[in-house]
Nanobody, 117 residues
Framework: QVQLVESGGGSVQAGGSLRLSCAASGIIFSMHNMGWYRQAPGKQRELVAS???????NYADSVKGRFTISRDNAKNTVYLQMNSLKPEDTAVYYC???????????WGKGTLVTVSS
């Protein structure tokens, strides 16, 4: 059974930092591209950052220079370091795993990040 479990969300003031973690089980983690998505109230889910199985990263323009995605294949975990948080970063953040060859994907249940001004 595949599980993606996010943690690290919470409430923070603007300018603060949070580190999200997503622990994966039931998949061959090293063969999956990993991503963080977010969905704010009334908005569509959007890609925040991704990292391929080979370690290539990609970021939404809105978070470049503030967020850093990384992965630890030994721990089956992907991280999202979020610095200089803004109120517009408020959303539920979801972890996504997509097989690098077969494009089968899985989602976590999400973790809420609230940034107050």
């Amino acid at each position: 059974q595949v599980q993606l479990v996010e943690s690290g969300g919470g409430s923070v003031q603007a300018g603060g930092s949070l580190r999200l973690s997503c622990a994966a089980s039931g998949i061959i983690f090293s063969m999956h591209n990993m991503g963080w998505y977010r969905q704010a109230p009334g908005k569509q889910r959007e890609l925040v950052a991704s990292i391929t199985s080979g370690g290539i990263t990609n970021y939404a323009d809105s978070v470049k220079g503030r967020f850093t995605i990384s992965r630890d294949n030994a721990k089956n975990t992907v991280y999202l370091q979020m610095n200089s948080l803004k109120p517009e970063d408020t959303a539920v953040y979801y972890c996504n795993a997509r097989h690098s060859i077969f494009s089968i994907e899985y989602w976590g249940k999400g973790t809420l990040v609230t940034v107050s001004s």
